[in-house]
């Protein structure tokens, strides 16, 4: 007796996706998802730049101080990450090796 030959299986398409509009909507949904999260992000950026420009000074508590109408320089302290204008702090010089620790973290 012949082993019997084994039945080739018809492909199942019901649940694939063939209609050329129905791919294309897809496409398009997938494409202002992107877009939706591209805005989100930009959004997002522009009100880290915003918070980022009011920086203060720790000791003014002004983003400009009020003696210069010019473009401010500023310094950081290497302890607490404070701002602060260079007017404020006595218009010091420091070179870009050296460390410049703020009042409130001397005391």
């Known amino acids: 007796m012949a082993t019997p030959r ?3 299986r018809k492909l199942d398409l019901s649940n694939h996706v063939t209609d050329p509009a129905h791919i294309k909507s897809m496409c398009l949904k997938t494409l202002q998802k992107a877009r939706k999260l ?3 992000e930009k959004k997002a950026k522009a ?3 915003a918070a980022k420009d009011r920086e203060t000074c720790k000791l ?3 983003t400009h101080p009020k ?3 010019e473009a401010v320089d500023w310094i950081a302290c290497d302890v607490c990450n404070g701002w602060f204008h ?3 702090v006595g218009n010091i010089q420091i070179t870009v ?3 410049f620790v703020c009042i409130f973290c001397k005391k």
């Open 86 to 88: 260079v007017l404020c």
């Open 47 to 49: 009100k880290y730049m």
């Open 6 to 8: 084994p039945r080739r």
């Open 97 to 99: 090796m050296e460390e």
């Open 60 to 62: 003014c508590k002004r």
């Open 38 to 40: 591209q805005e989100k």
């Open 67 to 69: 003696t210069s109408s």
